[in-house]
């Protein structure tokens, strides 16, 4: 932390700033970071931050609860009919899908497997523009469009 060192102009910096210049992700100083254009350090607000390690991060895909609430309701009668068939607690799936719960990884690619839907990104650290377009376009009025054909 103490050493910070602009990749650009190779200058000792206090902060360092993640910017894309010409199409690469650098740290650099104050200064130069107006070369480029910033990169948001922060996961984006929308999706839901479940892990973290060196390499990646992975997030909940956005209105995860009603995505697994209409894929259940697709092809099971209820959430009671599902949750007996796979041992879940109503109590409990219905706070997911409320999305009062936070979701673990587990949880999530347990459901993704069951349901056969994509509940989460994975993003490499260096590449979050990249990823960020290729999200699943659902949008909700996709979702009630689905919800109303029932
Ligand atoms: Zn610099």
Do not use: H, W
């Amino acid at each position: 932390m103490n050493d910070a060192i602009c990749e650009v102009c190779g200058k000792k910096a206090e902060k360092l700033y993640s910017v894309m210049i010409e199409g690469s992700q650098m740290l650099v100083c104050k200064e130069c970071a107006s070369l480029g254009k910033k990169v948001s350090q922060k996961p984006p607000k929308k999706m839901r931050f479940i892990t973290k390690d060196e390499e990646k991060e992975e997030y909940l895909i956005e209105n995860y609860g009603v995505i697994i609430k209409n894929k259940i309701l697709e092809k099971y009668r209820d959430l009671k009919e599902f949750c007996k068939k796979y041992n879940y607690k109503e109590s409990y799936l219905k706070k997911v899908i409320d999305e009062e719960l936070p979701l673990s990884i587990d949880e999530a690619r347990k459901l993704e497997r069951i349901l056969k839907i994509k509940l989460i990104v994975i993003e490499k650290k260096e590449n979050y523009e990249v990823k960020e377009k290729e999200l699943p376009k659902i949008t909700l009025g996709d979702l009630i469009k689905e919800k109303l054909n029932l």
